[in-house]
């Protein structure tokens, strides 16, 4: 999916490790960093982000595409956001009963040391995100 994108609109390319999910112009975009959310705009400075688990938005014009991404960088350059995650599904694809199932699932492991601890945090922290995708009202 690509579109043509004007000086005036800032280019959002999301890529994952087996393709490139979308590639399309953006007036605005919204993304989940791991230490909260974050909104570009045109001519946003440089920067490079540490992604968190939630809601990729995406508006052009008066419609919003909104994606779940499971992690990984964001990078802001030249008006161009390039979002390089692990996961990206689209909003009305995420599962609400498998992520339920997902998070009773991480919330029932034991887990001993700090690996395991980690593992069951992010798996925790994944499962919360993609329900709240799954609950909010559709577009």
């Known amino acids: 999916m690509s579109e043509s994108v004007s000086n005036t609109q800032l280019r959002c390319v999301v890529v994952t490790p ?4 979308l590639d399309t112009a953006a007036d605005f975009i919204a993304l989940p960093l791991f230490d909260g959310e974050i909104g570009i705009a045109l001519n946003h400075s440089p920067m ?21 991404v499971d992690g990984g960088f964001v990078q802001v350059a030249d008006n161009v956001v390039s979002v390089l995650t692990n996961r990206s599904i689209p909003a009305d694809s ?3 009963e498998a992520a339920q199932e997902e998070l009773t699932s991480a919330l029932g492991q034991t887990a001993a040391g700090d ?19 799954a609950r909010r009202p559709k577009q």
């Open 18 to 21: 087996e393709e490139t999910v």
């Open 48 to 68: 490079i982000g540490r992604l968190g688990y939630g809601e990729l938005r995406i508006r052009n014009d008066s419609k919003t595409l909104c994606y779940y």
């Open 94 to 96: 995420v599962d609400a």
């Open 115 to 133: 690996k395991q601890l980690t593992t069951r945090e992010r798996a925790q922290a994944q499962a919360r995100a993609q329900l709240r995708m």
